[in-house]
């Protein structure tokens, strides 16, 4: 049966982050075997989107800008917007199921009171809020409500990790209502970096800034790396604006931009320690046969010495320490890179993935005719 399938996301699009990657990357896994998937997001992006979906924007707020992930004083109005214009694709296109990536966009769902209701659990609030005030105590505890009081209204909740999963059961969730389904990376886009042996390879960083992202960690640990190799190169490719860091900073305007800064031969840093949220640069990064280095709180993809390696979080010592091997060691990059790719082709294959999920949105969908 083919379901026709609004997917919303509270977010700018296209914008080369981890949150529209994974929106993206699902909507055309669904569309891949023959569902009508369209693709529901707020009013402005950054660069051109390829991806052949349907896309659909909400009004634009004009003092809204903001591309990367957080509050901003355009975000309440732009999802006000963003709820009229996922209850005008219902009603015009006829949607059967929605599929809301995130907080935001399952409240805009729920306003929208159209059933049912897949949500995609990117983060646990109470895990990810704190970072964007100082980890101040309240919004622990908002978080916690948060996590409480509304992924258990969707119908069906898609969680990308077992701990992301056990922690939404933990917090109101039923267990049947909780599925694990891997994030969909197409390997294919991805050009394998092919290894140099002469030179010393640059460390790199892709995605936002935010404190979340743990970035003081790689800095620190550039410092060190930096004592026993003056030259060593820091990278960052970001799409939002980066003054005053102690890297060379790449304007990322796009995917296709993305994919081509993958291709280089480099060491690929992840220093997040936040748990919840499932690092989607990790899975490109590996895709493109990068050695990754990360800490262990947030290295789901990576397996240590066997596709990468991982540190204890926060050790700036051990990040530095890992770092600097595999910059010295270009066996141990293509070794690491090659199984890290072939990781993704075998456990992240959208077609695969897509049947995962369209077995859980015709359940859903079944589901909801019989009590109708």
């Excluded at 599929?99 to 409240?107: D, P, Q, R, S």
């Excluded at 805009?108 to 209701?117: D, E, G, Q, S, T």
């Excluded at 030179?199 to 004592?227: C, E, H, T, W």
């Amino acid at each position: 049966m083919q379901l026709r399938i609004a997917m919303v996301g509270a977010c700018p699009y296209p914008a080369p982050q981890g949150s529209q990657v994974f929106m993206r990357n699902t909507a055309q896994c669904l569309q891949s075997i023959g569902h009508e998937v369209h693709l529901v997001v707020y009013g402005y992006g950054v660069g051109a989107d390829h991806s052949g979906l349907r896309i659909h924007r909400a009004p634009r707020i004009p003092f809204a800008t903001k591309t990367a992930p957080g509050p901003s004083v355009a975000k309440p109005f732009q999802d006000v917007t963003l709820t009229w214009a996922l209850r005008r694709v219902i009603e015009k296109h006829h949607i059967q199921v929605v599929c809301a990536h995130n907080y935001e966009a399952l409240f805009a769902a729920l306003l929208a009171r159209k059933r049912p209701i897949l949500y995609f659990a990117h983060n646990a609030m109470s895990d990810e809020l704190p970072h964007f005030f100082n980890n101040m105590r309240i919004t622990g505890d908002i978080g916690r409500f948060l996590d409480r009081t509304f992924p258990r209204r969707a119908d069906a909740v898609v969680a990308p990790h077992r701990r992301l999963a056990g922690h939404l059961v933990v917090r109101g969730c039923e267990q049947e209502q909780v599925s694990v389904v891997p994030p969909p990376i197409d390997a294919q886009l991805f050009e394998p970096a092919q290894v140099d042996h002469s030179v010393a390879p640059p460390i790199i960083y892709s995605g936002n800034l935010d404190a979340y992202q743990n970035l003081p960690l790689l800095f620190n640990a550039m410092k060190l790396v930096r004592n026993k190799k003056p030259d060593a190169r820091l990278i960052i490719a970001t799409a939002a604006k980066a003054t005053g860091l102690d890297a060379e900073v790449v304007p990322i305007m796009g995917f296709d931009a993305l994919h081509r800064f993958l291709a280089q031969d480099a060491v690929f840093a992840a220093p997040r320690v936040s748990w919840s949220g499932y690092p989607i640069k990790m899975l490109n990064a590996m895709a493109a046969a990068k050695a990754v280095v990360a800490c262990e709180s947030a290295a789901y993809p990576i397996t240590h010495e066997e596709t990468g390696l991982i540190v204890p979080d926060n050790d700036v010592h051990a990040y530095a320490a890992a770092l600097l091997r595999l910059m010295d060691d270009p066996n141990l990059r293509a070794t690491l890179g090659a199984k890290a790719r072939e990781t993704i082709l075998e456990k992240h294959r959208p077609e695969d993935v897509a049947k995962q999920l369209e077995t859980l949105a015709l359940a859903a969908y079944d589901r909801y005719k019989t009590m109708a």
